[in-house]
């Protein structure tokens, strides 16, 4: 049996950051940011979204390479989509984690995308001879699915920031540079209801920490307060052991990068700055960022977030 392919899986909530970090990762030598994987076989292939290298997906040189290796004799992308799609589904938790009816039509297609899935990642590696893929989909089942498939050698880090950052970003209007055939804005939910997600999203997430998978906590906030640590610290866990060569925020040999969905930083250029993004503590109320808290207690208090209102 051939060796199974080393994925870092970022699980969390979106808008915290995994964009941001994943630009900075792809600075480690043999660490391979692929951003949202598990969009890969649909809005990337499918509806060719750009690529984080400025070309449309069918067009990246790069992912074409990537997909001639892992299909050499084809790839029936909207049967594997569909099985993502069935795959990804809330109702499918107790099936993916526990096995529950995993038999059938349901197995088959856990199969497929799990065979495609394993042949894109060990594709990407043979492509660049990196060590390590960082796969941050974030999207919770997508990690479960990885667990119970078992067709990667997983690890896990679940990636947080303060509830009240996470909800007051969805709720502003940003355009989707990645979609370039027409004006489209990202996604926007209403405060309490990124605040549900976010506790659903961490919760699952957590599931992962069975004490049999490498699983690391990682702050958003902590990584923006010493960017060059934490740096370090996140690569040594993605590779299981410490970089060769030192590592710091913003250095190290930086090609264009080549990864799926994400946030619109992806496609801003070399421009890479840090700054903590803390707009939420004067546009929440008191109020606002009460109901937040209250809503989510439990993982605010765990991830050391200070349940009282925040000023800027
Ligand atoms: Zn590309």
């Given at each position: 049996m051939t060796a199974k392919a080393p994925v870092l899986f970022v699980g969390g909530y979106g808008r915290s950051g995994s964009t941001l970090i994943d630009l900075a990762l792809a600075s480690v030598p043999g660490v391979v940011p692929v951003g949202?994987?598990?969009h890969l076989f649909g809005r990337a292939l499918g509806d060719n979204e750009l690529c984080s290298c400025g070309r449309p997906f069918r067009k990246c040189p790069f992912w074409a390479d990537v997909i001639a290796r892992a299909f050499p004799s084809g790839l029936d992308r909207g049967e594997v989509h569909e099985a993502m799609r069935a795959i990804n589904r809330v109702v499918s938790v107790p099936r993916i984690r526990y096995g529950f009816g995993a038999r059938g039509h349901f197995g088959r297609q856990m199969r497929t995308y799990g065979d495609a899935l394993a042949a894109a990642y060990q594709a990407v590696l043979d492509v660049t001879?990196?060590?390590v893929i960082v796969d941050s989909s974030k999207y919770p089942l997508?990690?479960?699915f990885l667990r119970a498939s078992e067709v990667v050698d997983l690890s896990v880090m679940l990636l947080v920031r303060d509830a009240r950052a996470v909800a007051?970003?969805?709720?502003?209007?940003?355009i989707r540079p990645e979609v370039h055939w027409e004006e489209q804005?990202?996604?926007q939910h209403s405060l309490l209801r990124s605040s549900a997600a976010w506790s659903a999203s961490n919760f699952l997430t957590g599931l992962l920490d069975?004490?049999?998978?490498?699983?690391?906590?990682q702050r958003y906030?902590?990584?923006v307060a010493d960017p060059d640590g934490q740096l370090e610290e996140i690569a040594a866990f993605a590779l299981g052991g410490r970089p060769k060569t030192p590592v710091a925020f913003g250095t190290g040999p930086r090609g264009p990068t080549h990864t799926v969905a994400g946030n619109p930083l992806r496609l801003a250029g070399d421009r890479l700055e840090v700054k903590a993004d803390v707009a939420w503590k004067t546009e929440l109320s008191a109020w606002q960022q009460a109901m937040?808290?209250?809503?989510?207690?439990?993982?605010?208090?765990?991830?050391?977030?200070?349940?009282?209102?925040?000023?800027g």
């Open positions: 949202e994987f598990r001879g990196g060590q997508h990690g479960l007051y970003s969805w709720t502003r209007q940003r804005n990202m996604p069975d004490g049999s998978t490498p699983y690391r906590v906030e902590d990584f937040i808290a209250v809503t989510s207690p439990i993982g605010m208090r765990r991830f050391g977030y200070p349940l009282a209102p925040q000023r």
